[in-house]
């Protein structure tokens, strides 16, 4: 199959529409929804030994994870984590 049919086989819908998918109300409910998605998808890539495609929906996974979740790294938490990394090499 070569991406012309694989372009014309993909459904795309309004956005509208995408929204009220499996009960999807907000950003952050479709950030949750996608990063469930990508770890089941992440899972039958791995099973399969699809290793290149399993590290792309990991990035995935942790993107949307993130966005669902919105933690902003706390303010001087970086260089406490580099400061214990030091310690424990060292």
Known sequence: ???????????VKPQRELKSI?????????????????????NLAKANKLYT???????AYYEAFGAA?????????VEHLKNLSRASTG
């Not at 979740?69 to 938490?77: D, L, M, Q, S, Y």
């Open 69 to 77: 979740t919105k933690r902003e790294i706390p303010v001087g938490e």
């Open 1 to 11: 199959m070569d991406g012309r049919a694989i372009t014309q086989s993909i459904s």
């Open 22 to 42: 499996k009960g999807i109300h907000n950003d952050t409910e479709a950030a949750q929804y996608i990063a469930d998605m990508s770890l089941e998808l992440r």
């Open 53 to 59: 495609l399993q590290g792309l929906l990991e990035v």
